[in-house]
T-cell receptor, first 111, second 116 residues
Framework: SQQGEEDPQALSIQEGENATMNCSYK?????LQWYRQNSGRGLVHLIL?????REKHSGRLRVTLDTSKKSSSLLITASRAADTASYFC???????????FGTGTRLKVLA | SQTIHQWPATLVQPVGSPLSLECTVE??????LYWYRQAAGRGLQLLFY??????ISSEVPQNLSASRPQDRQFILSSKKLLLSDSGFYLC???????????????FGPGTRLTVL
């Protein structure tokens, strides 16, 4: 099956810095979602951006979407050690029930 | 509120043994249900999904099968495990057709399966 791609694969930053992760996808979409996964746990939904939106904010999260480039970015501002996790983007092509997850970005925030 | 349960949390099984992982959802009706597998440090591979009782769609032909005997119960099975079946298995649900928030997936805590 098709997979989205996130980059970088891994990111290590100091607490207080901003973290930016990128996602590219291959199909048409109605929306794109970002999820977080703490080590050994299930995924948690963070934010959903619709295909007619270009930017969306939720707390310290900012998501952008460029449908012409089939790409999205997730920005976490003023990062905290608790933000250490893997982050995945996910899309669901219109007319299907299937979700396509990216390969993930492993973020490590150093205290 | 809705909750999703998976068990067991961890499992160590010998090659050739059977497998049964269970997932149940509470607080919602007619959910779409999903089984994923995640290899260490990797993304999610969709294994099966179900949009109704008895309706199973398989994404990856392999050694596993799924069943949905009740509306909010999803079971992943194998008759004979292979070494390559090791991984982290995640169950997820989304609201069914016509319900609000149909595109957000809610994940269970996962089952870590090690086949020796």
């Amino acid at each position: 099956s098709q997979q989205g791609e996130e980059d970088p694969q891994a990111l290590s930053i100091q607490e207080g810095e901003n973290a930016t992760m990128n996602c590219s996808y291959k199909t048409s979409i109605n929306n794109l979602q970002w999820y977080r996964q703490n080590s050994g746990r299930g995924l948690v939904h963070l934010i959903l951006i619709r295909s007619n939106e270009r930017e969306k904010h939720s707390g310290r999260l900012r998501v952008t979407l460029d449908t012409s480039k089939k790409s999205s970015s997730l920005l976490i501002t003023a990062s905290r050690a608790a933000d250490t996790a893997s982050y995945f983007c996910a899309t669901k092509p219109p007319g299907t029930y299937k979700y396509i997850f990216g390969t993930g970005t492993r973020l490590k925030v150093l205290a | 509120s809705q909750t999703i349960h998976q068990w067991p949390a961890t499992l160590v099984q010998p090659v050739g043994s059977p497998l049964s992982l269970e997932c149940t959802v509470e607080g919602t009706s007619n959910p779409n249900l999903y089984w994923y597998r995640q290899a260490a440090g990797r993304g999610l591979q969709l294994l099966f999904y179900s949009v109704g009782i008895g309706q199973i769609s398989s994404e990856v032909p392999q050694n596993l099968s799924a069943s949905r005997p009740q509306d909010r119960q999803f079971i992943l099975s194998s008759k004979k495990l292979l070494l390559s079946d090791s991984g982290f298995y995640l169950c997820a649900w989304t609201a069914g057709l016509g319900q609000r928030g149909t595109d957000t997936q809610y994940f269970g805590p996962g089952t870590r399966l090690t086949v020796l």
